[in-house]
């Protein structure tokens, strides 16, 4: 049987902000189902990687694919969901919850009137994070931790096969952080693949394949699952200057290249 094509794959990427380059000649794969969460100090591209992912920052070298498809020819978006810093998003919108949510389904209903099914899409990922019971309150009147609920709950709402998440925990307090972990097993129960920018992974740690450190715009190490625990127990480690290489360190078989 044929191996099937990664949901992402990044080679060689390199970009810039206005006269600054803050890619510089990144790769990356990304397989089906894969939680791979990128982590680096502020500044070293993690944000600049997954937007340029879906499209909101141009490469301006190297190539970047979605499900085996060239980004200038991929259309269909429906697969993808995309939860932005909760800093950069529409905050002070006059909407509901459910309003916010349902926007989520956009990119399935385009100009078409919501369904039952959309309406039961919507329902279902206001549940998964704990929020059906405000759907009817405004936006306005959350927590910054129920509102990062709600973003999560937007990009659910769409079903996606990829779901790439921007600092989903930032800001966000312990109960908060365990509903969105527990809404993330759900999807990875179901085989959605996972790109995540996190400072640390929190409760997030069990369900992390590998994890990616960049600094300066590149790779600078990647740690696989027999790692991750010392990662959790010790997340400033994540930022800090890589230990010296031991003959017991393993292996990097697949995925992302240095």
């Not at 369904?115 to 206001?126: E, I, K, N, T, Y």
């Amino acid at each position: 049987m044929s191996t099937p094509e990664p949901v992402i794959a990044l080679r060689g990427a390199t970009a810039e902000l206005g006269s600054r380059s803050v890619l510089r000649g990144i790769d990356l794969t990304v397989g089906h189902g894969e939680v791979v969460a990128l982590l680096g100090s502020n500044g070293s591209g993690k944000s600049t990687a997954v937007r340029a992912v879906i499209g909101q920052v141009p490469l301006s070298g190297g190539e970047l694919e979605l499900f085996g498809a060239p980004l200038r020819r991929f259309r269909d978006w429906r697969r993808v969901g995309y939860v932005p810093q909760r800093s950069t998003a529409a905050a002070g919108v006059p909407a509901t919850v459910r309003e916010v949510v349902s926007t989520g389904r956009l990119a399935r209903t385009r100009l078409r009137l919501p369904g039952r099914g959309d309406r039961a899409a919507v329902h279902r990922a206001l549940e998964l994070v704990g929020m059906a019971d405000r759907a009817k309150d405004s936006v306005n009147a959350l927590s910054g931790g129920q509102h990062q609920r709600v973003l999560i709950a937007r990009a659910l709402a769409g079903e996606p096969e990829l779901l790439i998440m921007d600092e989903p925990l930032a800001g966000v307090d312990l109960a908060s952080q365990q509903v969105l972990a527990d809404a993330l097993r759900e999807q990875v129960a179901r085989g959605v693949t996972v790109l995540l920018v996190l400072h640390e992974l929190g409760p997030l740690a069990p369900l992390i394949d590998r994890t990616v450190q960049l600094r300066d715009g590149r790779v600078e190490r990647v740690e696989h699952p027999e790692q991750l625990h010392d990662l959790a127990c010790h997340p400033q480690h994540a930022d800090t200057e890589p230990p010296s290489a031991t003959p017991e360190a393993p292996k990097i078989e697949t995925g992302l290249l240095s």
